[in-house]
């Protein structure tokens, strides 16, 4: 098949090329910037930003695609400037989904695979969520409210397209990502600057990007719509996966803390996924999609690459 990939620069796009190919496929890669092109390892390259609609839909054009696949964010500007981040990332799920699908509809494209994230949902009775939980849309902090916002309009955008189907994401873990031995988590962890708030009870499901990347590649080939989980088997409470992943780090024990002065001493968001979020269930995925992970549980790898 021809494929576009949106993103190809990226911790799950750069990877994905290459197991497309991998599969057969003849793969386009979309670059932001012209120096880009020589990052990514694709049949063929067109480039355009996201933000600008004419020029991606020239670039979708040209490529003919038949499936086209969305992996774009701005998150590796995290370390610095997160509000910047956040909210570029914000316009790429909004405005970047809205030019891409137009774009790709206009190419001819029958179908539109997009990432989102599995942990965009809002605390709830159930500590694991399937794909019809409710979206923390109105989460106390206005910064992730707005992020789930942008989230949930990237998905209502992509469901609303012939042939879309959302990826919902785990927490991402392996080369590249903010828990790999370099990233970001793993050096606060290391500088003991990630402690456990109280009994550490917020649920993480974690998806290491080989298994992004492979569940991609499934989702390319197959015909389901609609919203699915992409995560590991074994949704972990803070008190379990933190201690752990600082072990394998080789970093001291994280401090226990009361969960009362996390929200000043970590921000809403840490404070967030160690005290109150919940895990995602990947049974959709396994039944619709035909896909497992194929590393089943975070235990095995967080924190050795
Ligand atoms: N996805 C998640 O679950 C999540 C959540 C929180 C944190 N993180 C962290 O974020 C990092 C990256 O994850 P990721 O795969 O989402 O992102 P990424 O590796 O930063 O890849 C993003 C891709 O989007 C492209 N892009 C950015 N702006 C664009 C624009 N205006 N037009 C066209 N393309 C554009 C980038 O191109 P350039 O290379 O040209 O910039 C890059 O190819 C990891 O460290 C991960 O741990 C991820």
Known sequence: MRVLVAGATGVIGHPLVGALRARGHEVTALVRTAARASA???????????LDREALSAAV??????????????????????AGAFALTARL????????????????????????IAFATAPAAVLVLDEDARLYVDAPDPGWAATVRAVA?????????????????????????AYARTGSTAQRVLAGRLPLPGDGPGITSFLHVADAVGATVAAVEST???????TDDDPAPAALWLPHYAHVLGAPPPRRIPASLAPRLLGWYPTHQLTTA????????????GWKPGRPSWREGLGRE
């Open 93 to 116: 799920r909004t405005e970047g989904t809205a030019h891409l699908a137009a774009a790709a509809r206009a190419a001819g494209a029958r179908r539109l695979v997009a990432q989102s």
């Open 61 to 82: 054009s040209a490529a003919r695609p038949e499936v086209v696949v969305h992996q774009m964010s701005a998150l590796r500007l995290l370390g610095d400037d997160p």
């Open 40 to 50: 990514v390892d694709a049949d063929a390259v067109v480039v355009a930003d996201a």
């Open 153 to 177: 309009d990237l998905e209502r955008q992509v469901t609303a397209t012939d042939g879309g189907l959302v990826l919902r994401y785990g927490t991402l873990y392996g080369r590249g990502t």
């Open 278 to 289: 919940h895990g995602a269930s990947n049974t959709r995925a396994r039944t619709e999609l």
């Open 224 to 230: 389901t719509t609609g919203v699915l989980n992409i």
